[in-house]
Structures are given as structure tokens and as C-alpha cells.
């Protein structure tokens, strides 16, 4: 388990601070494909209900985000880090 003090000032490490050229090429790359993908899936579940399953004592739905009865989708949660 990770502890941090509530309202700290820490600032991130410099590396967090740039994004490499490398990086830069690989967004140009695939921002556009990216937002197209975001907004048909947006097209086909809106106006869905939605669940996701994070109970492994249920293995026919574990890690799967359904979007009415007819849409499931296989999916992996991502945590990330904030120093504000």
C-alpha cells in the first residue's frame, strides 16, 4: 500500500516534465485514429446502460464492461499518479 500525506506540495520528478520527440511522433502518428476510434464507440454505447464487473467470484462477466445486455467488452483497468 502506497501512503502520501493529503495536500502535498511535492513537485513530479523532471523526467515527468517533457515528452520525448519519439513520443511527440508516435501522438501525431495516432491522435487522429485515436479520436475517430473514441467517437464511434461513443456513437454505438450512448444512451446504453453500462456495467463493469471487477468480481472474480463471477467468471463469465469478470473484466468486462457491458453496455446493455448485447455489448460486452473485455477490458483492463490503469491506475495513474497525480502530484497535485
Do not use: T
Not at 479520436?35 to 461513443?42: A, G, I, V
Not at 453500462?50 to 457491458?66: F, M, R, V
Amino acid at each position: 500500500i502506497m501512503e502520501r500525506p493529503a495536500g502535498g506540495s511535492e513537485s513530479p520528478p523532471a523526467e515527468v516534465n517533457f515528452m520525448s520527440a519519439k513520443f511527440h511522433e508516435l501522438l501525431d502518428e495516432h491522435l487522429l485514429e485515436s479520436m475517430y476510434r473514441q467517437s464511434h464507440l461513443e456513437d454505438v454505447v450512448e444512451g446504453r446502460n453500462w456495467s463493469l464487473c471487477l468480481d472474480p467470484a463471477q467468471p463469465e462477466k469478470y473484466g468486462k464492461l457491458c453496455f446493455g445486455e448485447d455489448l460486452a467488452f473485455e477490458c483492463q483497468i490503469l491506475g495513474s499518479e497525480s502530484y497535485q
